[in-house]
């Protein structure tokens, strides 16, 4: 849409700073904050309680048998739905006992716009969903932690892993397996948009709602004005990444941040 010229916000943030690359590509972004792919599951149904036997190292067995009603969302359309194909890739050759585990468990009848699959799983339509570790935290699910080989959480896996599979957009564009980064950039500076863009991305409701975070971040990529660089800098200086006074997000973020 913003690529489009049907949105103009202040601040775009991406679930996957792939999206930077194109078709957005600006000047600067950060990289803000990371996830984790895992399996949540409703433990009210049948096949819930399966995945809960089977556990982490076994979870997978019985999706192929097809004894669990899966949701997940498109991955033309949603950078969860590829990264659960590359996570099920992953899977295959970690594990000794699983192969070809997306060819075994994936059909179409699963794929959801990520709010649908949400409502889906909710209702118990569906025993359970790959989704982020966000999703299951902020809404109090049960789920499953996948290993850090396949969850593409661990910066450790980034380079000689995780960057082993890819998938290709209807676009034409390959994404390519990585680390789950977040990253946001303004569009149209203003005090007021640093001042947001900076609780958005140092704010401790990150952690607080499940996402990840690193000492490190923010990082920044490209040619970052100074303003948001001394704004996002003190903020680090005078409280930790991990744990802090909370700071509240403005009501007005959702006007002028767009996450995509």
């Known amino acids: 849409m913003i690529d489009e010229g049907q949105r103009d916000p202040d601040i775009v943030s991406v ?3 792939a999206l930077f690359e194109e078709p957005l590509s600006p000047p600067w972004h950060s990289v803000f904050t990371s996830n984790s792919v895992v399996i949540t ?3 009210d149904t049948d096949g819930g309680e399966r995945l809960a036997d089977a556990g982490t190292e076994s979870w997978y067995e019985p999706m192929v048998n097809g004894n669990v009603n899966i949701g997940r969302t498109d991955p033309d359309q949603d950078p969860l739905g590829y990264r659960a194909l590359f996570m099920l890739e ?3 050759r970690y594990y000794d006992d699983a192969s070809d585990l997306r060819e075994q468990i994936l059909q179409q009848d699963q794929i959801y716009p990520e709010t649908s699959l949400i409502s889906q799983f909710e209702t118990g339509s569906i025993d359970a969903a790959i989704a982020y570790r966000n999703m299951a935290v902020e809404r109090d699910y049960e789920y499953i932690e996948l290993p850090d080989q396949i969850n593409l959480s661990n910066p450790q896996y980034a380079e000689d892993w995780y960057s082993t599979t890819s998938y290709t957009l209807p676009s034409g564009q390959e994404i390519q397996g990585g680390l789950i980064s977040y990253g946001s950039t303004i ?6 948009a640093v001042s947001l863009f900076d609780v958005h991305t140092t704010g401790s409701y990150l952690e607080e709602h499940g ?16 303003s948001v660089r001394q704004a996002t800098d003190q903020s680090s200086g005078t409280q930790s990444r991990l744990g802090g006074p909370h700071k509240e997000l403005s009501s007005t973020v959702s006007d002028i941040t767009v996450l995509i």
Not at 187 to 192: G, K, T
Not at 211 to 226: A, E, I, K, W
């Open 187 to 192: 569009r149209h500076m203003s005090d007021a």
């Open 90 to 92: 992953l899977a295959s």
């Open 211 to 226: 996402f990840l975070l690193r000492d490190q971040f923010p990082s920044y990529t490209g040619d970052v004005p100074q």
């Open 15 to 17: 679930a996957d700073v």
């Open 41 to 43: 599951y409703n433990p």
